[in-house]
């Protein structure tokens, strides 16, 4: 999953991201594994990240 906003206003101190941005990643990945007849197993992995601003509504 990927999902990415550019900064919807502008923050007026230099070098800092502006409000509303945001940057969210994630990854899952699943299998399943039959070794032998009756016996199943299933193993998961997620991972993410979010990187964001709040929106200047939200003060």
Excluded: C, H
Excluded at 10 to 36: E, H, M
């Amino acid at each position: 999953m990927l999902q990415y906003q550019d900064p919807t206003t502008k923050n007026s101190l230099p070098g800092q991201t502006g409000w509303n941005y945001f940057d969210r990643r994630g990854l899952r990945a699943a299998v399943r594994w039959k070794p032998i007849d009756g016996m199943t197993e299933d193993f998961a992995y997620d991972v993410g990240r979010d990187a964001n601003s709040p929106s200047p509504a939200s003060f």
